[in-house]
């Protein structure tokens, strides 16, 4: 079989700058152990996506290809559990399996001869072959062991054991932990009214939104995650009645109304579910960043030029290739200055506090110190420089 990949770059950018591609953060990586990144400041652990956690935690594609990167370079044979688990099966040993090759040559004494060679090294590799098949089956153990204790919340660990069938199924299994994991992930409550449990994923797709420190590209993976757990519960074909109904599909229509769809038809239908995913991940998207693409794209409509991206990859490159608004920018800005605002603020209230110190309670004056008026109505108020005022010397005597 093929060998997978495993990418070992961290996504992101190095910050808040102008331009295509640029994500907010250095990116995330994964110590041996697992844990926290340090610089996107995201756990990198399995956890059951809870809505307005005050922990962020990286998603599940994330966190499951940190750990296949990290077996693959901590264990001793850890490229086979690696491959088993990208791929979420068993690593196919009977395909890997050495061949013994026969020696055709007419000549009897040169054809034994060559023959012993070729035995000999087949007989090699095969022993080497069934050595690791033989340690893959510890190594996969170890990987299960390894995930509970390095790559789980305590509470995903709580509701992987009290699955009616870890015992049976999970337990021992990196592969059937992975698959519960994923499940629980975006659907912690199994014995759930199944009415609510539709509920709960369709108002997380429809509500997704990408987070304010989110690259682009974590928040594509983070929608999939969100857009499988709700296609489990509802498939790809309700949206055939709509597709019905629109005007395109009934002018595609065959001339006899007996006959079956057209091809025409049939591809609508076909790329109805994909096409009405790709818009809820781009009315998620930073609006604050592509607002302006929402709004052209909806003008460009009106005037016959559908350019709405049909797929995931297109829309991500769509907004990859787009020059952050400058909506984005004046946000930040006034997020600093308001943010310093409330730290000036802060200081003067601690210095307001100390100059008031040894004083009666009550109103003084910050330009000169006087308690019998404040600084609006000051005499020296013109005449003393800002930096000398009274307010302003008992806050750097405060400092010292």
Partial sequence: MGRGRFPGRSQGGRGFGRGPGRGSGRGTTTGRSGGTAQAGKKEYKFAIQVHGSSTAYATYTSVKEALVRNIQSTYKNGFEVAESLEAMKVYDWDAVEPNRKLFTDKDDGKRKVEQEGLDMQWLEMFKLHNSRKTKFASEMRKAFAHIMDKYVTDTMRTKITTQS???????????????????????????????????????????????????????IVRFKQVRDNFKKHCGTKFLDHFVELLAEYKDNAPADPNDPPTIVQKDMKAKA????????????ADQNKYGS????????????????????????????????????FEKKKRAKEQSQRDKQGGTEEKATSFAQH?????????????????????????KIPRKDWYINKAHSHMQQ
């Fill in 165 to 219: 069938d870890y015992e049976k199924k999970i337990k021992h299994d990196p592969i059937a932990l992975l698959e519960a994991i994923r499940t629980l992930t975006h659907d912690p409550i199994r014995a759930q009214y199944p009415y609510l449990s539709l509920f709960d994923s369709l108002f997380r797709l429809i509500t997704i939104r990408q987070q304010d420190n989110e690259s682009l590209q974590e928040y």
């Fill in 273 to 284: 579910f994909e096409q009405f995913m790709v818009l809820i991940a781009f009315k998620g």
């Fill in 293 to 328: 693409v929402t709004r052209r794209f909806a003008t460009d409509y009106t005037l016959d030029d559908d350019k709405y991206p049909r797929t995931l990859e297109k829309l991500s490159d769509t907004l990859s290739s787009h020059k952050w608004d400058d909506t984005y």
């Fill in 358 to 382: 040894g004083k009666k309670k009550g109103r003084f004056c910050y330009v000169c110190g006087d308690d019998n008026h404040t600084s609006p109505i000051c005499p020296e108020r013109e």
